[in-house]
Structure formats: C-alpha cells, structure tokens
C-alpha cells in the first residue's frame, strides 16, 4: 500500500469530520449522518481497488 494511498484516507476522514461538526451545530443531523456515510463509502471505495489487487496479486503468486 501507498503512503499517498494513506494520506487521502486520512484527509477524507478529517474533511468529514470537520462538516460533519459544522452540520450538527448548524442543526442539521441529518445531513450531517449522510455527509459521513458519503464520506465511509468514498474512502471504502477506495481501499476495495487495493483489495482486488491484493487478491489478484496472491493469485498469481500462488498460481491459483
């Protein structure tokens, strides 16, 4: 894995936490529940691209 790869992960987690602060002092919970669910699944995305590369990649190795 990446450290880039790490360093986006990490800037989504601090960028959703950051709006979802904001949204729940503004009064909007429910908004900001949906701006941290949008948030889990941008990062899950992401690391399921590293996943299937690593299953590809014991594939391969193993010769399965």
Known sequence: ???????????????VAILNQLLIRSGREEQALLTTIAGLIVALMMIITQISDLFSTIKTTFGL
Not at 1 to 15: C, L
């Open 1 to 15: 894995m990446e450290v880039d790869m790490i360093f986006k992960i990490a800037a989504i987690g601090i960028i």
